[in-house]
């Protein structure tokens, strides 16, 4: 009886098994690239995201500038301690918490940064020398009671400058908005010639 040759059964099986082993490596290796790829795509994009956020400025001002003479003795007015503005978030803008916010002051001369006065809507004659604070809010939703600037809010800030540093005439001078999240927004003016009671700073 003729014996049957099962060698080359075994090699089919062998040859089998390795191809079964190098799919499935090379399975296992394309989810690992895959997971890898998608993995860098999420953070680069997070990296993006958070440089544009980072980059810019989720705060502008509307409207005019203005400063407040100082008046000492009679008039006229020589000198300008106070500086007004109206602040608003850019179109699609994040929430700024400006209780998180801080204001530097900068001249030819001097450089320093303002403390906050932490009262929501602060009188404006309880802003001290060296103070800044928000003074007037307007559409702010009912029962708000907070500095977070919010879509379509509005603050009235007012910012006063140290004592013995109050500004003359012709004097240019830098006021910073720098946000804890996103770039600073700088204001640059210059005192009007003439000084009065309220002045629109250019």
Known sequence: MKRMNTEEGFTGL???????AFVVVAAVFSYV??????FTTQKAQEVV????DQASSSVEILGQVYGYGN???APPYTKVDRIQFKV????GGSPVDFSMTTLTFSTNKDVYRLDLNKATKADREDIGCGQ???????NAEAGSDDLLL???EQFVILARTE??????ANEPFNLEIRPSVGASYAISKKITPSISAVNVLN
């Open 49 to 52: 995201y958070t440089s544009v």
């Open 88 to 91: 608003g978030l850019t179109a």
């Open 33 to 38: 690239v895959l997971g890898a790829g998608f």
């Open 150 to 152: 919010e879509n379509q």
């Open 71 to 73: 008046e000492t003795g």
């Open 132 to 138: 800044w604070g928000v003074v007037e809010i307007f």
């Open 163 to 168: 004592k013995d540093k109050e500004l003359v």
């Open 14 to 20: 062998e040859a089998a098994i390795v191809l079964i």
